[in-house]
């Protein structure tokens, strides 16, 4: 069983940076494609960014375009998401998630992830 464990969230306010990071177990984290979701109150579980299992792709939700950065280190374990320029609008819980690596890369909805973590909060203040 794959445990994913984020941190790195806070209270900030416009403008500031913060980086989250999802530290996984297990000896195939570099199997799994990896996601961070974000659920703001009364919203949908919305997918901020993805990362295939070798690192090689990437996707971001419009809304965090240029804005933030996933990134993975394999070596440790751990996948990133470094977060600039925050809005209030990115106020919500982050959440961490893994799936099985597909053979073509692209944008998973929730249900194709297989395990998560308990989620961080972050929120940004105007």
């Known amino acids: 069983q794959v445990q994913l464990v984020e941190s790195g969230g806070g209270l900030v306010q416009a403008g500031d940076s913060l980086r989250l990071s999802c530290a996984a177990s297990?000896?195939?984290?570099?199997?799994?494609?990896m996601g961070w979701f974000r659920q703001a109150p009364g919203k949908e579980r919305e997918l901020v960014a993805g990362?295939?299992?070798?690192?090689?792709?990437?996707y971001y939700a419009d809304s965090v375009e240029g804005r933030f950065t996933i990134s993975r280190d394999n070596a440790k374990n751990t996948v990133y998401l470094q977060m600039n320029s925050l809005k209030p609008e990115d106020t919500a819980v982050y959440y961490c998630?893994?799936?099985?690596?597909?053979?073509?890369?692209?944008?998973?909805?929730?249900?194709?992830?297989?395990?998560w973590g308990q989620g961080t909060q972050v929120t940004v203040s105007s």
């Open positions: 297990g000896r195939t984290f570099s199997t799994y494609d």
């Open positions: 998630a893994a799936g099985r690596g597909r053979i073509t890369f692209r944008p998973m909805a929730p249900r194709e992830y297989d395990y």
């Open positions: 990362i295939r299992w070798s690192g090689t792709n990437t």
